[in-house]
């Protein structure tokens, strides 16, 4: 599976039971806190904070997993980047107090925050994230592969595009790219960029970055405790200790937090709860946006979905509003794109192909598909793709498509669906920021192949800068046009906290679930 691009934001299969075993048995003997060093921060918060999320890492290895868990866990609250992304989608400093581009768009030169220390002590500077973006690449397996080669791919990863890094010194680092990237930046700011500590030997167990919190313990199944870091050169955090419990059960999840077990749902994934949550003067409810386009993929290499008129008349024959209020109880937003309403070209494209039974059959009729049968093959637990695939199948079959779904579970669809391109039609959400690229990549499970798209995404990404926005946005209308998939609806981010929590982020704009920020 493509690094980064972990559908849904659960684990690949490859990651799963062995490594978890390994894990448990490696834990106490692994993960003993670093020594302190002075001249750590003296803050002295005292809370502790209970977070109820969905999906439990495999690992804490991000060299050697994509799984969307990890950084939802890590990212920003144990590892830093230079800059990152806050919760309005906008690049802000952390690691990097600011930075300069060179003239040719070619060489990025970083003013390192000289405060800035791992959890060990010891300093992050140029030479440490130098030495951080290496190992990323160093590996020999597949992931480090697919993280650092095919720098002249239109879907080339941020670290292939280093061509190389130099620290000029302590504070200051160079980076230079193989060719100038509108998304370079940005990309950086999530796992691409993470700068972990060079004394770190043990990544599967015991990361060490230099964010507010270290892992100080995990039990598999069940919960990942965070502890304040010591030695923290920012401010302080608002917490001692915060707890992610993993539930299964998404009721259970709403049930832990009514009965005070947790303190926040970092996204509740049972919206017809809401309003009961809402109601209650206890909680705190918000509805924010998200990167999670969930997709109705075609399997292009099927030849009859090679037809744009099959295609069309398949967006033309699927209420995507009706669909929304029936399976996510109406939150979410329709969008009609590959594109997040936090990305700076974002345009409402739902009305592309309005739903419109009577031309889903003239398409059809003209394509000469009018006794077409389909599979549609979705993941079991994935709470909104049964229901989905429900209503989808009714629908189609008013235009006079037969579907036939099936229901299987993650991992077999992520080895038969998604590597081995057994189907034809298929939903499950895309939580990835900007991962438009996706579309891209011919090899991709869609397998949409579009020269033009590809050359629309190239201009836009290594053209002139104050070109990106348009040419992003021509290249989503394309696609679009091209109904190179249907968006069906992108998820909200629920949360739904305790009364009194203040900083807690409303919108999903990265895949952290960034505790940085929230007080009690």
């Known amino acids: 599976m493509p690094a980064g691009h972990t559908p849904a934001g659960h684990t690949p299969a490859r ?29 002295a918060p005292t809370a502790s ?40 989608g906008q690049l802000q400093p952390l690691l990097a107090t600011g ?29 440490a994230v130098k030495a951080s973006w290496e190992r990323l690449c160093a590996p020999v397996e597949e992931a480090a592969k697919r993280r650092c080669s095919s720098p002249n791919s239109v879907v080339a990863t941020p670290l292939s595009l280093v061509d190389e890094v130099t620290a000029v010194d302590a504070t200051t680092l160079a980076v230079t790219l193989v060719r100038p990237s509108n998304s370079w930046l940005y990309d950086m700011t999530s796992s691409a960029g993470v700068v972990i500590d060079p ?54 999840m709403t049930f832990a937090l009514q009965t005070g077990d947790i303190d926040i749902i970092s996204n509740l994934t049972t919206p017809s709860s809401l309003a009961e ?35 069309q008349a398949i967006n033309h ?37 309005p739903y419109d039974p009577d031309r889903a059959r003239e398409l059809l009729a003209t394509a000469g598909a009018t006794d077409l049968e389909l599979s549609l093959r979705v993941a079991s637990d994935l709470p909104y793709a049964p229901p989905a695939a429900q209503y989808i199948a009714s629908q189609l079959a008013a235009v006079g498509i037969t579907v036939t779904v099936e229901e299987i579970d993650w ?25 438009i690229e996706r579309f891209a990549d011919p090899d991709y499970y869609w397998h949409y192949d579009s020269a033009q798209f590809r050359q629309l995404l190239t201009a836009a990404d290594q053209g002139d800068p104050a070109d990106y926005v348009a040419g992003m946005r021509q290249a989503a209308r394309l696609l679009a046009q091209d109904a190179a ?26 895949l952290s679930f960034d505790v940085t920020a929230i007080r009690p």
């Not at 990651?15 to 921060?41: E, I, K, M």
């Not at 991000?62 to 799984?67: G, I, K, R, V």
């Not at 991992?411 to 991962?435: C, K, M």
Request: net charge negative; charged share 15%; proline share 8%.
């Open 15 to 43: 990651v799963l039971a062995a490594l978890l075993a390994a894990v448990a048995t490696a834990w106490l003997a692994a993960c003993a806190d670093p020594s302190p060093s002075p001249g750590g921060d003296s803050g």
């Open 49 to 88: 904070l209970v977070v109820g999320a969905t999906v439990e890492p495999p690992t804490f290895d991000l060299t050697q997993s994509s799984a969307a868990a990890i950084p939802q866990l890590l990212l920003y609250n144990v590892y830093q980047t230079l800059l990152k992304v806050d919760d309005a």
């Open 99 to 127: 930075h300069e581009l060179s003239a040719d768009r070619l060489t990025y030169t970083f003013q390192l925050d000289p405060a800035a220390r791992f959890a060990s002590g010891a300093p992050v500077d140029a030479a």
């Open 199 to 252: 004394a770190a030997d043990n990544l599967p167990v015991h990361p060490m970055g230099s964010g507010p919190y270290q892992v100080d313990s995990w039990t598999v199944g069940d919960r990942i405790v965070l502890a304040r870091n010591p030695n923290y050169w920012g401010a302080a955090p608002g917490f001692e200790q915060v707890t992610f419990r993993y539930f299964a059960d998404p009721s259970a």
């Open 277 to 311: 949550l809402e109601a209650d003067p206890g909680f705190n409810a918000t509805s924010g946006t998200s990167t999670g386009e969930v997709v109705l993929g075609f399997n292009q290499a099927r030849p009859v979905l090679q037809s744009l008129a099959v295609r």
């Open 317 to 353: 024959a699927i209420d995507s509003q009706g669909l929304m209020d029936t399976v996510w109880a109406g939150q979410g937003r329709l969008i009609g794109t590959m594109v997040a309403p936090s990305d700076p070209y974002y345009e409402d494209l739902s009305q592309t192909y």
């Open 411 to 435: 991992n077999r669809w992520l080895s038969e669906v998604f590597q081995d391109g057994d189907y034809d039609l298929t939903i499950v959400a895309h939580l990835e920021p900007r991962d």
């Open 485 to 510: 998939a249907d968006w069906l609806f992108l998820l909200p981010n629920l949360v739904v906290s305790r009364a009194g929590l203040v900083g807690v982020p409303v919108n999903a704009s990265s």
